[in-house]
């Protein structure tokens, strides 16, 4: 099973962007790249999820790298609201198995 | 639409004692899937399912048993608790398998065995 490197932690500002790495340098033609954030406690929650090109959708944006054994979740804009634990994860072809790794937490400082 | 939901919330159970968390989704999801999470660390697969009658092991199957008789429901069984099953489960559901969509979660359950 094809797996994700992430740093462990990030900071930012309020109303900065961030980009959030994500590694997947094992990934096969048909994995869909997913990302989810998890609140503190919450469940995880979906963010984006992408295949070979850039997407964007009212939380954020995924920017793939043309290999795509990389890619970058952006988070225009920064809040408060924001600081969670990201996590980029590969959707198999045949669904039904996300499996996580450790995430990033992201910081938040006003 | 609901979503994803999960009771109980919260329980307390005996080492030895068997219990039952339920999932349930109203969005006529194929795939279901079960995670738990131990305190401070990420999301891992217990047991999966493509669809009702089909079932398959994820990460750390052992100590749970799963089946899926209706599309809407995906109940994990807990045969005999240890304590090493103190954790925070999540339910999961997506449409289909070939990953073109998110996955909804649940809110959890926090089972605590003592």
């Known amino acids: 099973d094809a797996k994700t490197t992430q740093p462990n932690s990030m900071e930012s500002n309020e109303e900065e962007p961030v980009h959030l790495p994500c590694n997947h340098s094992t990934i096969s033609g048909t994995d869909y790249i997913h990302w989810y954030r998890q609140l503190p406690s919450q469940g995880p929650e979906y963010v984006i999820h992408?295949?070979?090109s850039n997407v964007n959708n009212r939380m954020a944006s995924l920017a793939i790298a043309e290999d795509r054994k990389s890619s970058t979740l952006i988070l225009h804009r920064a809040t408060l609201r924001d600081a969670a634990v990201y996590y980029c994860?590969?959707?198999?072809?045949?669904?039904?198995?996300?499996?996580f790794g450790q995430g990033t937490e992201l910081s938040v400082k006003p | 639409n609901a979503g994803v939901t999960q009771t109980p919330k919260f329980q307390v159970l005996k080492t030895g004692q068997s219990m039952t968390l339920q999932c349930a989704q109203d969005m006529n999801h194929e795939y279901m899937s079960w995670y738990r999470q131990d305190p401070g660390m990420g999301l891992r697969l217990i047991h999966y399912?493509?669809?009702?009658?089909?079932?398959d092991q994820g990460e750390v199957p052992n100590g749970y048993n799963v089946s899926r008789s209706t599309t809407e429901d995906f109940p994990l069984r807990l045969l005999s608790a240890a304590p090493s099953q103190t954790s925070v489960y999540f339910c999961a559901s997506i449409p289909s398998g070939t990953g073109k969509n998110g996955y909804t979660f649940g809110s959890g359950t926090r089972l605590t065995v003592v």
């Open positions: 399912s493509v669809g009702a009658g089909i079932t």
């Open positions: 992408g295949l070979t």
């Open positions: 994860i590969l959707s198999y072809n045949q669904g039904g198995k996300l499996i």
